[in-house]
Structure formats: C-alpha cells, structure tokens
C-alpha cells in the first residue's frame, strides 16, 4: 500500500525554526517527485514547494522563497521541509503529497496530479 | 503565476441534485488540472485529473469537463457523503496552484 506520512510539527516561536519530515512507502519513492502543501486553520490550500525525484530541481511559492528549503533522502524514502524565519501566517497544517504523473499519447508533456496525501501534520507559530 | 478563480465560493443543495464547479485559469493550461475533495479534518482526497478523467474508485457521479480556460466539476446525484469542500489545482508550470475552493453544504 502507498503511504505517505509527516512528522515534526509543532509550537515554535516567531522567527524559529523547524524541519517536518514525510516518510515514504510502498513505492519506488526515487522515481516520483514530490511536493509539500499547507492549510492554514479554516482556510484553502496553498502549495508550498515542489522537489523532482532526483532532488536536483527545487520549485517554491513566493510565500516561503528563501525561508524553506525541501529536500530529500532517496535512500531513506524521506522528504523533508526546512523552515526558517517562521511567521505566525506559516501556522498551518503541512500535508505531503506525491506528484503522480501519466503520459498520453499525444506526445506532450505528461499529466500530473498529488495522489497519495499524507495525514498532515500542524506547525503552529506563536507571537 | 497561473491564478486559478473557482466560483461558487459556497453552495447549498439537496440530496439527489446536480451541482457544478467552475475554475478558471488566468491563462491556457491545456488540461493540466486536477479536482480534489476534503472533508474537515482529513487530507483532500484526488477525484479527477487531466481535467475530465476520473481516478479509480471515485463513482461516476463525478465528471470533469473543460472550455479553452474553464474547466467544471460536476456531481449528479449528490449523495450525503458528497457534501465537503472541493478545490482544483493546475499543473501546467510551477507555482501548483489551486483554486480558493468550494464549499458544498447540505440545503
């Protein structure tokens, strides 16, 4: 079975920091690229950074460029999120997800979707 | 950034109605949008991806459907457990991002 699931949330200050993790299992987690995504409490979803399967190409939203970093352990199946400088609207709940991808016949580029999600995992920061 | 616009941003209706969603893309995505479904507390669940195919296991109730840059979830029959919040999310280039979503509450 495919799963996906986060640790390393929790309370931390304004201006700290902290590093979620997301363990992989139940496929060849090299061969997929990855992406984390938040909600903030009562909120939409955000995507927050995206990491290829290699770990070479990293993509981030304008909200978090330059604060987090994303990275990843193929050996391991991890995926991790480090967060810098956090602010009070980074308070959220961090789900994993991996990017599944199918190619067409059309010849162009594949389709993509986030399918599994992880459980998620709440990052609060506090004033 | 590709902006996705969903409207509406809330819905009311019965069991046994048919609703749509409609996103728009700020520009041409071709069909790289996907449509998820979440319920509180839970991850969002994947229901449709290229724009109009459904994953495996979602009932046929749920179709997706696309216009130049529109792109429209549809449920018929809506069903108890179809009640929850629904987003759509673009995949032609990075940032991914979503739509605000849609929440579909029980008339």
């Known amino acids: 079975e495919v799963q996906l699931e986060e640790s390393g949330g929790g309370l931390v200050q304004r201006g700290g920091s902290l590093r979620l993790s997301c363990a992989a299992s139940?496929?060849?987690?090299?061969?997929?690229?990855m992406s984390w995504v938040r909600q903030a409490p009562g909120m939409g979803l955000e995507w927050v950074s995206g990491i290829s399967g290699s770990g070479v190409n990293t993509y981030y939203a304008d909200s978090v460029k330059g604060r987090f970093t994303v990275s990843r352990d193929n050996s391991k199946s991890s995926l991790f999120l480090q967060m810098n400088s956090l602010r009070g609207e980074d308070t959220a709940v961090y789900y994993c997800?991996?990017?599944?991808?199918?190619?067409?016949?059309?010849?162009?580029?594949?389709?993509?979707?986030?399918?599994?999600w992880g459980q998620g995992t709440l990052v609060t920061v506090s004033s | 950034d590709i902006q996705l616009t969903q409207s509406p941003s809330f819905l009311s209706a019965s069991v046994g109605d048919r609703v749509t969603v409609t996103c728009r893309a700020s520009q041409g995505i071709n069909t790289y949008l996907a449509w998820y479904q979440q319920k509180p507390g839970k991850a969002p669940k994947l229901l449709i991806y290229a724009a109009s195919t459904l994953q495996s296991g979602v009932p046929s109730r749920f179709s997706g459907s696309t216009s130049g840059t529109e792109f429209i979830l549809t449920i018929s029959n809506l069903q108890p457990e179809d009640f929850a919040t629904y987003y759509c999310?673009?995949?032609?280039?990075?940032?991914?991002?979503f739509g605000q979503g849609t929440k579909l509450e029980i008339k």
């Open positions: 997800a991996r990017r599944t991808f199918l190619y067409d016949s059309s010849g162009s580029p594949p389709h993509h979707w986030l399918d599994p």
């Open positions: 139940g496929f060849t987690f090299s061969n997929y690229a």
């Open positions: 999310q673009q995949f032609h280039s990075y940032p991914y991002t």
